[in-house]
């Protein structure tokens, strides 16, 4: 107990570094591999939980600014930002097609969960799961890119919050850690990683939805290594 102790108390120094260079302390470490062989720390991996949120990388709609990023400091605006999905299948993973966010974490990661708030008229009038396919970049490489010929379709649940008309939707990426040793990405705790995620609905015209994000009601973002996933759990290996 005292060797796993001080393996996440190091993991911690390892903070997450966003976009503009701050940093903040992670939460709750773990061991992803090791716990088996207590007498050799040389082959332990941890990873911390980490919360970051969506933001605003310039004024107007998302889609017509810089591509928007995250960092671990909480939204305060009222006003949330429009991120719309309107023929988001076009061919392209850029903020002029669909919703996309960047920026970078420091460390290892296996999990990342992401909540989005979204308004979506045909799903909101049905309520049935959100169609979604998304792509997840690490490093410039795209590790899981979820559409119909790659894992078939899969509805994400919408939860409906305190606003009328507008849903938050969960889902999570499992099992990071070995696709990116797969593919050969830099690993450890002191390694800074690009990460982009960019998301739409499968099917045109129905799909058509506005994405909330950057304000204090609805504070989309990206949770790093949560021990709780939530939502519909994607596992990066069925992807590599």
């Known amino acids: 107990m005292t060797r796993i102790w001080k393996v996440c108390l190091a993991a911690a120094v390892a903070v997450l570094l966003v976009s503009t260079g701050a940093g903040a302390a992670p939460g709750d ?17 941890s990873v911390c ?3 970051t949120y969506f933001h ?16 671990t400091t909480a ?8 991120y719309a999905t309107i023929l988001g299948r076009l061919v392209g993973t850029t903020n ?3 919703p996309t966010f960047q920026g970078s974490f420091t460390g290892d990661m296996d999990t990342l969960r992401v909540d989005v708030f979204l308004t979506s008229p045909v799903y909101n009038a049905t309520a049935i799961g959100y169609p979604l396919i998304f792509d997840l970049q690490i490093d410039g490489q795209s590790l899981v890119l979820e559409n119909p010929a790659a894992g078939g379709e899969q509805d994400v649940p919408m939860d409906a919050t305190s606003e009328d008309g507008v849903y938050k939707m969960s889902f999570a990426i499992k099992n990071l850690y070995e696709v990116m040793e797969r593919n050969g990405l830099d690993l450890g705790p002191d390694v800074q990683h690009t990460v982009l995620i960019s998301m739409t609905a499968l099917y045109y015209g129905d799909g058509n939805s506005v994405y909330w994000f950057d304000s204090a009601s609805r504070p989309s973002g990206i949770y790093f290594n949560p021990n709780n996933p939530k939502g519909t759990v994607y596992d990066a290996t069925n992807y590599s």
Do not use: K, M, W, Y
Not at 56 to 71: C, E, I, K
């Open 29 to 45: 470490c773990r061991l992803i591999r090791g716990a088996a062989t207590p007498e050799d720390p040389t082959d332990d991996v």
């Open 49 to 51: 939980e980490t919360q």
């Open 56 to 71: 605003r990388a310039g004024p107007g709609l998302a889609n017509l600014g810089s591509v928007p990023s995250f960092d």
């Open 75 to 82: 939204p305060t605006a009222a006003d949330p930002a429009p």
């Open 96 to 98: 002029l097609h669909r």
